[in-house]
């Protein structure tokens, strides 16, 4: 992967530069937590890239931060041991983006947690907004179903073979008698008489049979995908084939988010590609509290709800869809 063309892969590595960026904008600062900043950025061109993409994120929540702050007469300034002003939060910002932008010797073309589409997604043939779907048919009563934040392009109908591209997002492909094949980050999916769903964040792709066989290859590996099967791909290589539920997978096409034992985080992420603005969790031990539920997707806003009275969490709306979860 060429850094800046995609975004950073490793979750960890994003919510570590997140916390990082919210910790100097927000506490009280010390000498010693910039040295250790620093030393974090050093290690990898990696993390100063999802160092890079945290700053522009702040700096988009910049104002309807400062709003709420003026609301509440709660504005706050960073103060450095040693520094006799107190620094603005936009002055600190601006330099922390630039130093950060710098040390990753690009410009982030991948927009910081997908606020807004990609140069590739903004091109595609067909796409979806936030918590839009779409039905788009294909020869042969075959058809694809996208999900919300997703961009394909229909490359057109070759022999007996209609060819598909994802470019982002989640897709669930219905095959008829022509073979339908979808091509995706490293690899491709082929299926005749089949239904599968597949999804790509960024590197990250995952295939889901839910009838029929399926035909993954990705970098040279080949995988026979059978009724309630799933393989996903991380860090360039392909995962085991597991069994799942494809009611919970492929719930969105009901109009559900169902989960099962999974932590608050994953469950924020997910609702995140739904709406508008996003959820920042800010408390990291209630990111890991588990849960198990099922909301309508014309409903989100139970999620909230739901997270305050089962969790105690408190939440604290910003404007435009952008929320402070703590």
């Avoid at 209609?162 to 082929?190: K, M, N, P, T, Y």
């Amino acid at each position: 992967m060429t850094i800046g063309e995609e975004r950073v892969p490793h979750e960890a590595l994003r919510r570590q530069a997140k916390d990082w960026v919210v910790h100097i904008a927000t506490g009280e600062v010390t000498q010693a937590d910039l040295r250790a900043l620093e030393r974090w950025r050093a290690e990898s061109p990696l993390h100063a890239q999802a160092y890079a993409q945290a700053c522009q994120m702040w700096s988009m929540l910049e104002l309807p931060l400062r709003a709420a702050a003026r609301a509440t007469d709660q504005a706050t300034t960073i103060r450095i041991p040693g520094v006799r002003r107190p620094i603005g939060r936009r002055a600190f910002m601006g330099g922390a983006l630039a130093a950060s932008a710098a040390a990753a010797g690009v410009m982030v073309t991948r927009p910081p947690l997908e606020l807004w589409p990609s140069f590739s997604e903004f091109a595609a043939d067909y796409r979806t907004g936030v918590g839009e779907q779409r039905k788009v048919a294909l020869s042969s009563h075959g058809s694809i179903e996208m999900n919300t934040r997703t961009s394909l392009n229909i490359r057109g109908a070759s022999g007996a073979t209609d060819d598909v591209e994802l470019i982002a997002g989640e897709a669930a492909v219905a095959a008829g008698q022509r073979a339908v094949v979808v091509r995706v980050a490293a690899g491709q999916i082929s299926a005749t008489n089949a239904q599968f769903t597949v999804r790509c964040d960024g590197p990250d792709v995952r295939v889901v049979c839910l009838a029929g066989r399926v035909e993954v290859d990705y970098q040279g590996r080949a995988v026979t995908l059978r009724s309630r099967e799933q393989i996903a791909s991380a860090a360039h290589d392909l995962g085991p084939v597991v069994t799942i539920d494809p009611y919970i997978v492929a719930g969105w096409r009901d109009g559900l988010l169902i989960f099962q034992d999974e932590p608050m985080l994953r469950v924020i992420d997910e609702v995140n590609r739904y709406r508008a603005g996003r959820i920042i969790l800010m408390n990291a031990a209630l990111g890991e509290r588990r849960i198990s539920a099922r909301f309508k997707l014309a409903r989100l806003d139970a999620v909230l709800t739901q997270f305050q009275e089962a969790f105690g969490a408190k939440v604290r709306p910003l404007g435009g869809g952008f929320v402070l979860l703590t």
